[in-house]
């Protein structure tokens, strides 16, 4: 009788814990092979095709082995840069079309590449493509700035940010970026005769003229920022093809997320230390306000009393990061861009350097005279699409 009385609560735990790991297990197999196979299957039968999902990692080990043999052979200097850059998509879309389904693990993508469509969905007049939901790594990466953030909040972060950047505010930035330019160029000529990596000199450039003018600092100043920003965006590249079983990061971290984990709050560490520090000079008068530079005006917006605008700390911290590393990348990579294309057609690259010497001669340009350039901004333009 006592031992009957015993059993039963082991009994009523067993069945229990059984039926737990047989809940998480239906889930598991819902997740990772009933829902992937249901949605291809729906897919295929509208015609839209595309390489099978495999167990678990989709086709994330067929797009690493692409990419690493694309990669590791030497390369001509030509336009059709896709096969290089996404040779995944260069070989999927000969076999199964423009719009085809890959996979992400688990995770279905729809990937379009017919121009009309694509025109569609970038216009999004009607709200009906939300922007697509990021890996935790991106999100704590950029957080909820402008580049993330939908609705309401995107909105008050696009008005700062024009604010920051109307024609007045960005005429008033040409001698900083005159003065930065003057930097790179005087380095350049220490190394007269020899090679130069223009990619790495572009990101100082982009890195001391975004410091200098949305920032208030000098690029010595935010390279701490930067390097960080730039090793977590190494990070997230580096194992963005690493499928993971759902869940198990909750309780298991792998190297490259302590890391990530530690660069991310010793950005934020760094952001709050130049915030005191800019919040000290207006309390000491030094500032007219927090200052007009976009750091000034998202200080501002912070400290705002009326909650219409108000931002809130996490906001300010992530549109800092999203304007650090947004802009540094995207302006680095398209002039260095336009170097390589003026370096392999040398024809346009004289056309180039004729044009600045009539206007210009060997004076600095001014943002007036600038507008006249026909060749340099029109090529500059091609260039950057």
Known sequence: MVLATMAS????????????????LVKFLNKVWWTPIRIQSL??????????????HGNTKEISSMIRKIRSSPQELLHHTLPMVHPHFYS?????????????????????????????????????YPKTKVSSEIKKLLGDGIVLSEGEKWVKLRKLANHAFHGESVKGMVPEMIAS???????????????????????????????????????????????MLTRMTHI?????????????????????????ENLEAKIRESFMNMMKKREKDAMLGELDGYGHDLFGLLLN??????????????????QCKNFYLAGQETSAS????????????????????????????????????????????????????
Not at 202 to 222: D, H, M, N, P
Not at 353 to 380: M, T
């Open 301 to 318: 917006a912070y400290h705002d009393s009326d909650e219409t605008r108000k931002i809130s700390l996490d906001d300010l911290i992530d």
């Open 43 to 56: 897919m295929k039968s509208q015609g839209i095709e595309g390489p099978s999902y495999r167990f678990l």
């Open 181 to 227: 330019l003057q930097i790179m160029l005087e380095r350049w000529r220490h190394h007269h005769g020899k090679e130069i990596d223009i990619f790495s000199e572009f990101k100082i450039l982009t890195s001391e003229v975004i410091s200098r003018t949305s920032f208030g600092s000098s690029y010595l100043q935010g390279q701490h920022v930067f390097d």
């Open 9 to 24: 609560p082991l009994i009523y735990f067993s069945i229990c814990l059984f039926l737990s790991i047989l809940i998480i």
């Open 92 to 128: 999927w879309i000969k076999i199964y079309g423009m719009n085809f389904l890959q996979w992400y693990g688990p995770q279905a993508q729809l990937i379009i590449t017919e121009p009309e469509l694509v025109k569609q969905i970038l216009s999004n007049k009607d709200r009906a």
């Open 334 to 385: 398209a002039l260095t861009w336009i170097v390589f294309l003026l370096s392999v057609h040398t024809d346009w690259q004289d056309k180039a350097r004729k044009e600045v010497l009539e206007l210009f001669g060997q004076q600095i340009p001014s943002q007036d005279r600038i507008a006249k350039l026909r060749i340099v901004s029109n090529h500059s333009t091609m260039a950057s699409f």
């Open 236 to 260: 997230i590249s580096e194992n963005n093809y690493r499928v993971r079983i759902p869940g198990i990061g909750k309780f298991v971290k792998a190297s490259y997320d302590i890391e990530f």
